[in-house]
């Protein structure tokens, strides 16, 4: 099973920017397909973008498309979330997540331990 650490979560104004980072190991993430998903307090934890394997693919939550976007380096075993015109809605704790093509939670077997990223208005 492969393990997920995210980096990069911040306390930024609204309209801000952030990078987000996912870093791999145990094993390569070239197999599977990489999601991000967030939770915010009291919210179940909801889809936000996901990218195929080979990077053709990219797939985004409505609330998200347009602003953000994901990235991946299999070269590297990372995955990127560049969010970028940033809203107080999207705080949230941030998680990478690996799995098959799809936006739902139970599709994707490991997961990091998530990043906190609060935007304030």
């Known amino acids: 099973q492969v393990q997920l650490v995210e980096s990069g979560g911040d306390l930024v104004q609204a309209g801000g920017s952030l990078r987000l980072s996912c870093a791999a190991s145990?094993?390569?993430?070239?197999?599977?397909?990489m999601g991000w998903f967030r939770q915010a307090p009291g919210k179940e934890r909801e889809f936000v973008a996901v990218i195929s394997w080979n990077e053709y693919r990219t797939y985004y939550a409505d609330s998200v498309k347009g602003r953000f976007t994901i990235s991946r380096d299999n070269a590297k075993n990372t995955v990127d979330l560049q969010m970028t015109s940033l809203k107080p809605e999207d705080t949230a704790v941030y998680y990478c997540?690996?799995?098959?093509?799809?936006?739902?939670?139970?599709?994707?077997?490991?997961w990091g331990q998530g990043t906190q990223v609060t935007v304030s208005s």
């Open positions: 145990g094993r390569t993430i070239s197999s599977y397909h």
């Open positions: 997540a690996a799995g098959s093509w799809s936006t739902s939670v139970q599709h994707f077997g490991s």
